[in-house]
C-alpha cells in the first residue's frame, strides 16, 4: 500500500510538471495553427537561463522564473514578428519543417556554448518530507504549486482580460474576429510570446529536478504531443488531466513492471499517443481538431 501511494505522489507530481510544460505549446497549435516542433528546445532554454542566473549571481531558481519569463517572452515576440508571422497562413509541413529547423539551430548552438556536460541547479527547497513510509519530495512539491499558480494564472488571463478574450476569438474563428476589429498580427504575436515565456518558465521549473544538457528538448517536444492528444488544444483544465494522467501511467508502470524502470514508462506515453489518435483524434476532454478550423 505505501509503494502504491509513494507511486501516485510521484506521478501526480511529475505530472503537474507535465501540464505547465505543454500549455505553450497547445496554445500555438491551438490559436495558430503552427505545430512548434522547438517547443522541446524552448523549455531547455529557460533550463540554461535559470543555470546561467544561479551560477552567475546565486540566484534561487524559483525565484529565477520572473527574469526567465521576461527574457523568454521577449524572445518569442520578437521570434513570432520575424519569424513565424511568415509560415501561419502556410500548410502544417512548412511549420513543421521549419520549427523542426530552429530546435536544430537552437540545440546545437547551446551545445557549441555549454558543451554537451550536463548542469545542475541547486535549490534551498531540497529534502522530503515524511509520512510514516511515504516521502514526499520538496522540489517536486514547489514544482507542483508553480505550476498549479501558472495554470491558474494564465486560466484568469483568457477569461477577465482583453487581450486573453482576444485570443480566444482568433483561435475559435480568424475571420470573424478580423471583422469585430481584432489586429490578428498583433493578437498573434503576443499570444506566441506569452506561449514561450509559460515554456521558459517550464525549463525553470524542471532545473532544479533534472540534469540539463542541450539535446534535452526533442524528448519533451514529443511529450507534449502525447498530452495534447489527451487533453485537446488549448484547454488548460485538460492539460493539467493529461499531465497527470501521463505522469500517473510513466510512474506507475516504471514502479510495478520490474525490470524495465523507466523506460516502459517513457514508451507508454507514445502508445497513449498512437491510440488516442486513432480512436479519438480531437482528444479525450475535446479541441484537436480547432487547429484545423483555424487554418
Known amino acids: 500500500m505505501d509503494q ?36 522541446g528546445e524552448f523549455v531547455m532554454v529557460g533550463a540554461y537561463l535559470t543555470w546561467y542566473i544561479h551560477k552567475q549571481f546565486g540566484w534561487e531558481p524559483f525565484a529565477a522564473i520572473f527574469v526567465v519569463v521576461v527574457v523568454m517572452f521577449i524572445v518569442g515576440y520578437l521570434l513570432q514578428r520575424i519569424l513565424i508571422n511568415r509560415i501561419i497562413e502556410r500548410p502544417y509541413l512548412i511549420s513543421l519543417l521549419v520549427t523542426f529547423g530552429l530546435a536544430i539551430i537552437i540545440s546545437n548552438s547551446f551545445k557549441l556554448m555549454f558543451t554537451a556536460t550536463p548542469r545542475t541547479v541547486d535549490t534551498m527547497f531540497s529534502g522530503f518530507w515524511r509520512a510514516g513510509n511515504v516521502t514526499i519530495p520538496v522540489t517536486r512539491s514547489f514544482v507542483m504549486v508553480a505550476a498549479l499558480i501558472i495554470m491558474g494564472l494564465l486560466y484568469l488571463f483568457l477569461q477577465k482580460t482583453r487581450l486573453g478574450k482576444s485570443i480566444r476569438a482568433a483561435a475559435q474563428n480568424r475571420e470573424a474576429a478580423r471583422i469585430v476589429g481584432i489586429e490578428i498580427s498583433s493578437v498573434y504575436a503576443m499570444t506566441f510570446a506569452i506561449a514561450i515565456a509559460i515554456t521558459g518558465a517550464a525549463g525553470t521549473l524542471i532545473s532544479p529536478v533534472q540534469s540539463i544538457y542541450p539535446f534535452m528538448g526533442s524528448a519533451l517536444t514529443l511529450k507534449a504531443f502525447a498530452i495534447t492528444a489527451l487533453a485537446g488544444l488549448g484547454s488548460i483544465p485538460g492539460a493539467l488531466l493529461g499531465g497527470l494522467i501521463l505522469g500517473l501511467i510513466e510512474v506507475l508502470i516504471a514502479t510495478f513492471v520490474p525490470g524495465v524502470g523507466t523506460n516502459l ?12 489518435l486513432v480512436v479519438r483524434p480531437q482528444g479525450l476532454f475535446g479541441g484537436v481538431q480547432a487547429a484545423r478550423e483555424v487554418q
Open 4 to 39: 502504491l501511494t509513494q507511486a501516485l505522489i510521484n506521478g501526480i507530481m511529475l505530472g503537474g510538471f507535465y501540464a505547465v510544460m505543454v500549455l505553450g505549446f497547445s496554445i500555438i497549435w491551438g490559436v495558430m495553427g503552427v505545430i512548434d516542433l522547438a517547443h
Open 265 to 276: 514508462g517513457i514508451v507508454s506515453s507514445y502508445v497513449i499517443l498512437v491510440i488516442v
